[in-house]
């Protein structure tokens, strides 16, 4: 059931849920923009982490099955591939009210799963992904400055959704990694791209962290270790090539 809730509202989540008795809760409301969460702390904390112990709790009330979607920014980036046996360490608010959350489900529920992710791509009718903001300034001739020593896991949302749907349905216990199978760099995503849409490469420029005039430090490596979903799931973490040749047939179509 898809319905409209406010989950800073708690009267509100209580309501929703004695109307529905949810069999099933995912979670994927946030604030994501890295920089807005450094800069504007009591929301952030108040929709990441206050509204998930909020929800954690009305689930355990109905037995709701919890699945809570979090992220790579959990970890520091000092090492890449982070499986989920290894401990967090947020260097940024976000990571931090995300952790805080996780925490949360772990500390009240007994029925769940915490899937963490890395910089999902695809289309949205408000948000523009990485993809798509290099494809529209590559196709305007702009020069694009390109992040050369950051490394994720990029991760197709439709895949995501699939193997979201399959820990939830199959109720899958425990925290597991959701995300694309390749490590690469934000460099050398935007060349795959300009490649695979025959665009202008040189105007992609090169540039690093140290140049970012960030409020938000940013992890080096936050790349995840999908193994455990790559031997449990049905729908397997997709690699880069592949997403992105459904990214584009899907923009064509």
């Known amino acids: 059931i898809s319905i409209y809730l406010d989950v800073a509202n708690e009267n509100e989540i209580t ?25 504007n702390k009591e929301e952030t904390s108040l929709i990441n982490t206050t509204s998930t112990k909020i929800l954690v709790r009305e689930s355990v009330k109905h037995n709701s ?36 959350g996780e925490i949360e489900v772990k500390k009240l529920a ?36 390109v992040l050369i020593d950051q490394f994720t896991s990029p991760t197709y949302v439709p895949n995501l959704s699939k193997m979201i749907t399959e820990v939830a349905t199959k109720q899958i216990m425990g925290i597991i990694h959701l995300a694309g199978s390749t490590r690469i760099s934000r460099y050398e995503f935007a060349q795959m791209i300009a ?17 970012m005039k ?6 080096v490596d936050s790349s995840l270790d999908i193994s455990r979903a790559n031997g449990i799931l049905n729908h397997k973490p997709e690699k880069i090539q592949n997403s992105l040749d459904l990214l584009i047939n899907q923009l064509n179509n």
């Open 110 to 145: 007994t029925r769940y799963a915490i899937i963490r992710t890395s910089t999902p791509f695809g289309l949205h009718p408000i948000k523009k992904t990485f993809p798509l903001w290099v494809k529209e300034n590559l196709e305007s001739k702009k020069n694009i400055p």
């Open 195 to 211: 490649e695979k849409l025959h665009l202008d490469e040189t105007l992609i420029i090169p540039i690093t962290i140290k140049e």
């Open 65 to 100: 099955f919890f699945v809570y979607v979090s992220t790579d920014y959990v970890f520091d980036g000092t090492d890449g591939f982070r499986n989920e046996d290894d401990i967090p360490n947020p260097i940024n608010f976000y990571g931090k009210s995300k952790f805080h």
């Open 214 to 219: 960030w409020n938000a430090i940013r992890p």
């Open 15 to 39: 309501e929703i849920f004695n109307k529905i008795k949810p069999d099933i809760v995912i979670h994927l409301a946030a604030v994501t923009d890295v920089e807005l969460c450094e800069i």
